[in-house]
Structure formats: C-alpha cells, structure tokens
T-cell receptor
Framework: KNEVEQSPQNLTAQEGEFITINCSYS?????LHWLQQHPGGGIVSLFM???GKKKHGRLIATINIQEKHSSLHITASHPRDSAVYIC??????????FGTGTSLTVIP | EPEVTQTPSHQVTQMGQEVILRCVPI?????FYWYRQILGQKVEFLVS????????KSEIFDDQFSVERPDGSNFTLKIRSTKLEDSAMYFC?????????????FGPGTRLTVT
C-alpha cells in the first residue's frame, strides 16, 4: 500500500516551462513536506506547509488539507531544477511516509 | 548556516559485520531521524528519536538495528550483523521541534555497501 502517491513519476520539460508535481496522501496529520533530491543523492527540504500556499523564488507549494492533496509548481523551469522531488507526510507519532518521488529533467 | 553532518560518506563492509553510522545533528534541534534509501527506491523511515529515546520505529527497524545519542552531540545508527539487503544510502535528519518549526534538515548520507 502507498500512503503517499505522487504523479507523474517522470517528467521531462523544456527550459522555461511551467511544471506541476502532484502529491496525494491517505495518512498523516495536517502538514506535508516537499523535498528535493539531487543526482548526487543529497536531500534538501523545500517546504513544510500545513495550509494554503507557500512561495520561495520560482517554487510554489499548495496544499488542500480536506482533499489531502498538495502540488509543487516550478515557474520558468531551468536545467538546474533537474532533480527528484519527493513529498513526505508525518503521522501523529512522528513517523514520516515518503512518496516515490518525481524525477524531473529540464532540457535546455 | 548550521548543517547536519554524517560520517563516513561511504562504508563497505562484509556480511555479518557490525557497522556504526554516525551523524551530528544541528545543535539545538530536538528530534532526530534515520532513513534509508535502497538504490532506485523511495526513501524509507527507520526511526525517530526524541528526549533520549526512540519515539517511533518502522517495521524495517528490527532487533539488528539500534540508535544512540551517546554524548549529546552524535547520533548513531548501529547495524549489528549486516545483510546484503542492508546495502543502501542512510540519511540522518534533525528537526528543531520548537512550536511551528517542523522543517527537517538532512545530512548528506552514508552509502553502505555490504558484500
């Protein structure tokens, strides 16, 4: 069973395109993390959000708690955005469930 | 900027040997985690640690695994008798845990190869 589902699994975009990655979850408290994993393997936290929308540079994350759905948007995508994007949800007991990740490739 | 560090970056060990993976979380953080990622697969939760004890562990975290925070600085993951299937990237993370601050900070990972 997958407590956290992401789509698409793989995404190829042309530089400059607007990108959307989706995450749906069936577990967890009302918060969600978006993470970025670069080809070298390191993981960076992008957002932690529990309601509404957050923006950081060209990245925007939204969450709908009632529908248990979140989206990560990248505006004006760039080759350096190429990475795996992962959503993760904590349960009430401080255990995190991870999605399988969306592998994004942005072509110049 | 403070960061989580992990050592070693790569550990090769023989099946049946004990390994200790080390992490130094960010100093004023209160929650600590270990995760693993088998090559090509998703990140999996192993264990969370708070107030000097395990707060939650997954099914993966069986009796072969243990964690310690021996000196208030390091946070270690021990695998008692490694198996081939323990080969993976192991990530440590810490979290401030202050009111409203639940963002996780990940270490660079330790690649464990069991031969």
């Amino acid at each position: 069973k997958n407590e956290v589902e992401q789509s698409p699994q793989n995404l190829t975009a042309q530089e400059g395109e607007f990108i959307t990655i989706n995450c749906s979850y069936s577990v967890g408290i009302s918060a969600l993390h978006w993470l970025q994993q670069h080809p070298g393997g390191g993981i960076v936290s992008l957002f932690m959000l529990s309601s509404g929308k957050k923006k950081h540079g060209r990245l925007i994350a939204t969450i709908n708690i009632q529908e248990k759905h979140s989206s990560l948007h990248i505006t004006a995508s760039h080759p350096r955005d190429s990475a795996v994007y992962i959503c993760a949800v904590p349960n009430t007991g401080n255990q995190f469930y991870f999605g399988t990740g969306t592998s994004l490739t942005v072509i110049p | 900027e403070p960061e989580v560090t992990q050592t070693p970056s790569h550990q090769v060990t023989q099946m049946g040997q004990e390994v200790i993976l080390r992490c130094v979380p960010i100093s004023n953080h209160l929650y600590f985690y270990w995760y693993r990622q088998i090559l090509g697969q998703k990140v999996e939760f192993l264990v969370s640690f708070y107030n000097n004890e395990i707060s939650e562990k997954s099914e993966i975290f069986d009796d072969q695994f243990s964690v310690e925070r021996p000196d208030g600085s390091n946070f270690t993951l021990k695998i008692r008798s490694t198996k081939l299937e323990d080969s993976a990237m192991y990530f440590c993370a810490s979290l401030p845990g202050l009111a409203g601050s639940y963002e996780q900070y990940f270490g660079p990972g330790t690649r464990l190869t069991v031969t």
